[in-house]
Structure formats: structure tokens, C-alpha cells
């Protein structure tokens, strides 16, 4: 069982302060990127906020917070994940989630990822139909389904359909790694890794909590 904190940006410092609470026990994490278009909300670098920090990561005149303990996942919840991708990656991150909704050219997501040999993922909502990914899912590095059509925010709630399609993806592909992301809690896991979920994404049952280590612990157990 994998279990990655996951943190949604909104500036520099709160980027730095979320990766440092998660360092010391997580060492891959996944943030979150909205552009407020894909999504009704934005984050860091969308948001104008720090846009500066951004080109410097890009550029790699300097490295991701801890980047020495921590590997970075990003999951890009934007429009158009094929265009921007590269500068994803170019910013030393160790691997990408995209949206299949969010284009209609998911090969040249796969395509530039696996040129730049870094993981790929595949996101998908709960109302989305699941045969969009039968191109994709055995090309992927890992599937990972959305526990709610609501993304971009921590604290939304857990949907019944989304239990629903990890169940008949791991029918479908039994050897997938299957992520959840939204809804991933103490309360929930029992029954997302019974579904067949093996990795867990948690932003705020992690983040907001008095103490993120044991939680991660309790639910990596």
C-alpha cells in the first residue's frame, strides 16, 4: 500500500510549510495544480502567486522544497495537460497525473512522460465513462480515480460511483496499480482498499491533522 499526502498551493511559503510537515515520513508527495479552467478553482502558479519561483524551478536554478527527502508527483487538474507538461517536468518532479477529460490527445501526455522517463497516471472522475481509458490503462504507470467530480479542494466528500469504478477496474486490469484521490480517510479505507484501491492519496485527513505521521501511518498499515 502506497500513501501520498497530497497538497494543493496556493503560494510559495504554504508549499514550503506542507511538503516540510510531510518530509520527516512521506517520501513521495502529490500536488495538486489547477488552472480555473479545467477546474473552478485556481492554485500556484495559476493564480498568479509566486510565478517567479516557478520559472526558477523550471529552469532548474533551484529544486523542489526538500527535494533531497521527498520525490514530487504533480497532478495536473488543467486543460490541455499535453502543453504544459514539459515544464512539469522540467521542473524535477518524479512523476505526472493527468486528466482524460482535460484533452483529446492523452498519447502525447503518455508519449512526452515516458521520453522524459518519468511516471504517468491517468485521472478519471467518477461520471466519466470508464471504456476512455482502454487505450491508456495498460500504458500507464497507474490509474487513479477521483472520489468526487468536485477537485481542486480539500474536505469533499467521498462518492458512492467511485467506489463503484475501482471495483470494475480492478476486474479489468487486476495487475493496475488503482489510486484514489479525495475522500481518502481512517473512515474510508477499509472499503477503498477492499474496491481494490492500492494507493491512497490524502490531502486534508493528513494535513489537517494534530499529528499527519501517525495518520499516513495508520493508513499505509
Request: glycine share 6%.
Amino acid at each position: 500500500m502506497q500513501v501520498l499526502p497530497a497538497i494543493i498551493p496556493r503560494n510559495k511559503d504554504q508549499l514550503e510549510e506542507e511538503i516540510r510537515r510531510v518530509a520527516g515520513f512521506a517520501n513521495l508527495i502529490q500536488i495538486d495544480i489547477s488552472d480555473g479552467i479545467f477546474t473552478p478553482y485556481k492554485t500556484w502558479p495559476y493564480n498568479g502567486n509566486n510565478t517567479d519561483y516557478f520559472e526558477q524551478l523550471k529552469k532548474q536554478e533551484i529544486g523542489w522544497p526538500r527535494w533531497e527527502d521527498v520525490d514530487v508527483e504533480v497532478h495536473l487538474m488543467v486543460k490541455y495537460p499535453e502543453q504544459v507538461v514539459q515544464d512539469w517536468i522540467n521542473s524535477g518532479v518524479s512523476g505526472v497525473v493527468a486528466h482524460i477529460e482535460a484533452t483529446e490527445d492523452f498519447q502525447k501526455v503518455i508519449d512526452i512522460c515516458k521520453e522524459n522517463m518519468v511516471s504517468i497516471g491517468i485521472a478519471i472522475k467518477p461520471s466519466t465513462d470508464i471504456s476512455k481509458l482502454t487505450a491508456f490503462a495498460e500504458q500507464v504507470d497507474f490509474i487513479q480515480v477521483m472520489g468526487n467530480d468536485l477537485l481542486g479542494k480539500h474536505g469533499v466528500e467521498l462518492e458512492e460511483e467511485a467506489i463503484s469504478k475501482i471495483k470494475n477496474l480492478r476486474e479489468l486490469y487486476p495487475q493496475s496499480i488503482i489510486a484514489i484521490d479525495i475522500g481518502v480517510s481512517l473512515e474510508t479505507k477499509d472499503e477503498l482498499v477492499s474496491a481494490g484501491a492500492n494507493k491512497l492519496i490524502s490531502g486534508g485527513a493528513i494535513l489537517e491533522s494534530a499529528n499527519p505521521e501517525e495518520v499516513w501511518s495508520e493508513l499505509s498499515s
